[in-house]
């Protein structure tokens, strides 16, 4: 039985691996700086700086929809008042991984109220009545999902932990945008959008 061996274009080849002795140095070096190493490809600062801006979307995120789960009234309004509550837990848990991922950067997480919304993509809009409210969640997690994917495509392999942070947290803004889209279909009485 003969073994073939084949030949890969340098840009196929398996990444440098460093020796034991090498990683165990480099550990023992700037201890300061945490978690960020010297093979830490991307620019902290900037990192921290779109994470804010992040941490800031999901506050205001947890906001409104905790205000849309308590003010939503109508006929059928309790299925739709236990959506907004579910969805403000997960977008708290989104805020919660955030905040902990600035930390280990470094950073100290950016909660104060001052400006919050002028740092966020999303916008605190409480909407007049039921049908307005899930308009306003969709918008918003619309807004979420453009900008998670966007900031996923930046990360690349730059900063893989936030990268692959950010791809669970746009998971489950696709699920809420759907959720509001089923909700403003059920409740608006119009047939589905057209699907491509």
Do not use: W
């Amino acid at each position: 039985m003969s073994t073939t061996t084949i030949d890969r274009p340098k840009s196929e080849t398996k990444p440098f691996l460093s020796d034991v002795k090498t990683l165990r140095e480099r550990a023992r070096k700037h201890l300061d700086t945490g978690a960020v190493t010297s093979t830490y490809q991307g620019d902290v600062g900037k990192t921290i700086e779109i994470l804010q801006a992040v941490l800031a979307t999901e506050i205001v995120c947890v906001l409104r929809y905790t205000m849309h789960s308590i003010a939503a009234s109508g006929i059928s309004s309790d299925s739709v008042r236990a959506e907004f509550a579910e969805h403000a837990k997960e977008e708290q848990a989104h805020m919660l991984a955030v905040a902990e991922r600035i930390n280990q950067l470094g950073g100290a997480p950016n909660f104060n109220p001052e400006g919050l919304a002028t740092r966020s993509a999303s916008q605190y809009v409480e909407g007049d009545n039921l049908i307005d409210m899930i308009k306003e969640n969709l918008i918003a997690e619309r807004i979420a999902v453009d900008h998670y994917r966007e900031l996923i495509r930046y990360f690349g392999d730059d900063d893989p932990t936030t990268r692959v942070m950010l791809e669970g947290i746009l998971s489950v803004e696709e699920e809420h945008a759907d959720d509001m889209h089923d909700l403003l279909v059920a409740h608006e009485g119009t047939p589905m959008l057209p699907r491509t």
